[in-house]
């Protein structure tokens, strides 16, 4: 894990210092949630080139052991994020279960196998009108990612990525509504995907599915802001629960809600190795 140690910080919030000590309690009882893009991986302009921290492999094999679980809740297919995150056949990981499509998709390290429904159909009416609607409005630097389930606008690379962010969202929510989808805004993206399935619902039913009695979720971005309303949830039913945020300057949203504030994933990697050390 390397020589770099710091102290657990303490949750600016009582229902986060009491998570953060339950999960340090009994940690065999904790659930240990992540986002990925953003959180365990830095933001980069090609998301296929996204790759975690170098150090949080690492943190996850030193973590894992100890809890109830290690869960990867992403918007991105499950089997694209085991890929990009090299959680498969990983020693410390066997145990590690990847929710896909924003919970849609499970992977489990156990059996490497990925379970999925079929794709909602309004996505393949997506996949035939997106690009010309793209060419009407004639952005240029926008990058569709087809992700099978859902299908994402990335902004990241036009000359004004706010702007054509901006410009895009009115249309994107029609097309969107039109099919039968929903529109989730991100860090200089726009997915398209089915209702109904939010990483909120994914973190509660896993919680329910594992009997976790305690919980830590992190991420980054405005699609992790159900997983949070889901801790806060937890927490009123009586299950402690933290929520840390991977810090960036362009969203601001999950700070202010978070009860610890790590500076991106290198932060996100540093807590997670001082949980792993304390949690004994």
């Given amino acids: 894990m390397g020589s770099h140690t710091e102290a657990l910080p303490t949750p600016t919030t009582e ?11 009994h940690p065999a009882r904790a659930l240990i949630a992540l986002d990925f893009d ?4 830095p933001i980069v302009p090609d998301p296929e080139k996204a790759r975690p921290h170098p150090d949080a492999i690492p943190a996850l094999t030193a973590l894992a052991p100890k809890v109830a679980a290690v869960a990867v809740i992403t918007g991105r297919p499950a ?15 066997e145990h590690l279960v990847v929710l896909g499509h924003y919970g849609a998709e499970r992977w489990d390290a156990a059996t490497g196998e990925v379970t999925a429904p079929a794709p909602h159909p309004g996505i393949a009416a997506i996949r035939a009108e997106l690009p010309a609607l793209l060419d009407g409005i004639g952005t240029t630097g926008t990058w569709t990612e087809d992700k099978g389930h859902a299908i994402a606008v990335h902004t990241r690379r036009a000359p004004d990525p706010q702007g054509t962010f901006d410009t895009l969202r009115a249309p994107l929510t029609d097309l969107a509504t039109r099919n039968g989808l929903v529109v989730e805004p991100g860090r200089m993206v726009l997915e398209l995907r089915p209702p109904g399935m939010d990483k909120g619902k ?28 889901a801790v806060a949830e937890l927490r009123s039913d009586g299950t402690p629960g933290l929520l840390v945020c991977s810090g960036s300057e362009e969203v601001t949203e999950l700070s202010e809600k978070a009860d610890v504030v790590v500076d991106g994933p290198e932060g996100v990697v540093r807590l997670l190795q001082a949980i792993a050390r304390q949690a004994g």
Avoid: C, K, Q, W
């Fill in 202 to 229: 994914a973190l509660r039913d896993y919680v329910r599915d594992l009997g976790a009695e305690s919980v830590l979720y992190a991420g980054d971005d405005l699609g992790d802001l159900p997983a949070y309303a």
């Fill in 15 to 25: 229902p986060g210092r009491a998570g953060l000590a339950a999960i340090l309690g």
């Fill in 79 to 93: 089997e694209t994020a085991v890929r990009y995150g090299g959680f498969a056949d990983t020693p410390g990981l």
């Fill in 38 to 41: 953003g959180t365990l991986a």
